[in-house]
């Protein structure tokens, strides 16, 4: 009988990633330090609980510690995506995923996405845009224990003007969709933004995100044009302050992405056509840059054979090739950048391969890493949480085989994965 039960607890600890013993030591053979940029050698890491409470070379093992050895392994924080939308994934079908699927349907995935994404060593993501609030349902689940996930930072619905990259445009204007109010996150002029934001905030929003310029997979005409004015962004940002709450942009174009960081946005999403002079007004405002630079090689790969319309092949063109060079640019004229891959374009838990990228277009390895750790945790507001490996800290942390700063695409094959004290891949 005690061995089912043993065997029992130890599935239910295999399935949820709990774990009986709550003190723990990590032997790190390399831990990289986010925070000085250094690659330290042979320490150690002492976790009580969900928090780590002592880092250095030598700690005297507590005697009823759990000890955990990777002294041949490379240890770093917990990685962190500012651009998810853990909610979708490319199917294959453009038209079936607007015009078949239910934010039901959506739920009943989701799950599965939030696995994969924390395995592939991201404990936390800030996702950018979800249809029902099924984001808020799924963070919600995750921080009760329900279910596998990243911690989850959530938009809920993107906020766009009508016939904007948020919108479904293209078909017949004859078609309605039957929203409950707010659901559609279509809101024009200053008073209705407003109203859209205290409706994502009152249904649990953590962050804004809003449309300031058009986009590549939806179907209205330009890739770049602003989509809203600059009295609708500044409102759009500055009712999200009062609640408390950051506001990311979606901006490819160079006007909306001025625009954008004129109201005030913690972050510009993609960035692919900034011009100088918007690279130094990022700077001056402290914005950070959130590129999805690996994007464009999943897409002109895989979409085109996937049936995507062509026009949306086209746009991608357009942008991709710019997107890059521009993000190169940013890097060195020294805009904060922080880690997000829009997964959700490509399959969930392939978040890392955008590392390789960031690294060909200007950036170190250090550098990338930094992006998606202590960068990432600064621009969410969590810095004092999450973001590296220090005392006071939840234990949020990471292993690969090879040490990533020689070899940054090691970063696509984690090896072992803690969040909040507990393991989930080892
Ligand atoms: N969600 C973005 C959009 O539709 C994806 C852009 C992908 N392409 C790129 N080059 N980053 O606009």
Redesign the pocket.
């Known amino acids: 009988m005690r061995k089912i039960f043993g065997t029992l607890c130890l599935l239910v600890a295999m399935a949820t990633g709990y774990t009986q013993n709550t003190t723990t030591i990590i032997k790190a053979g390399k831990l990289i330090d986010v925070e000085t940029g250094k690659v330290l050698t042979n320490q150690m890491i002492l976790i009580r609980h969900d928090s780590i409470i002592q880092v250095a070379s030598n700690i005297s093992i507590p005697i009823d510690a759990n000890i955990i050895d990777l002294s041949k392994y490379t240890v770093l924080p917990g990685l962190i995506d500012c651009h998810t939308?853990i909610t979708s994934q490319p199917s294959g079908d453009y038209y079936g995923d607007i015009f078949r699927k239910s934010a039901v349907d959506v739920a009943i995935t989701a799950h599965v996405y939030a696995k994969k994404t924390l395995e592939a060593g991201f404990t936390t993501v800030r996702d950018l845009g979800a249809p029902g609030l099924v984001d808020i349902a799924l963070r919600n689940a995750i921080n009760n224990g329900d279910v596998v996930g990243p911690n989850i930072y959530a938009a809920t619905v993107f906020i766009g003007a009508t016939g904007s990259?948020g919108d479904l445009n293209g078909f017949s204007p004859y078609l309605e969709f039957n929203l409950p109010k707010g659901m559609s996150g279509i809101a024009n002029g200053v008073e209705a933004v407003r109203e859209q934001v205290r409706f994502n905030v009152k249904n649990g929003a953590d962050v804004i995100k809003f449309g300031a310029s058009?986009?590549?997979?939806?179907e209205e005409e330009s890739?770049g044009a602003p989509q809203y004015t600059q009295e609708e962004m500044n409102a759009i940002v500055s009712e999200a302050k009062m609640w408390g709450r950051k506001a990311a942009a979606?901006a490819?174009g160079a006007e909306a992405i001025k625009m954008a960081v004129k109201a005030g946005v913690a972050s510009v999403?993609?960035g692919?056509l900034v011009d100088a002079e918007g690279i130094q007004l990022m700077k001056e405002h402290g914005t950070y840059l959130v590129?999805?630079?690996y994007?464009?090689e999943y897409?002109l790969s895989e979409y085109a054979k996937l049936g995507y319309p062509e026009k949306i092949i086209n746009?991608?063109k357009m942008?991709?090739k710019l997107?890059r060079e521009n993000f190169q640019k940013a890097v060195e004229a020294g805009v904060k950048i922080a880690y997000g891959t829009?997964a959700g374009?490509y399959p969930h838990g392939w978040n890392g391969k955008q590392f390789k990228w960031m690294t060909r277009f200007g950036l170190s390895p250090m550098g990338a890493i930094q992006a998606a750790t202590i960068n990432a945790a600064d621009l969410i507001g969590i810095k004092e949480k999450t973001g590296s490996i220090k005392a006071g800290k939840k234990a949020d942390i990471i292993a690969v085989l090879s040490n990533p700063i020689e070899d940054i695409t090691s970063l696509e094959q984690v090896q072992f994965v803690m969040k909040n004290g507990i393991v989930y891949k080892k």
């Open positions: 939308h990259h058009a986009g590549v997979l939806s890739v979606h490819h999403e993609h692919s590129s999805d630079v994007d464009d897409i746009k991608e942008v991709g997107q829009d374009v």
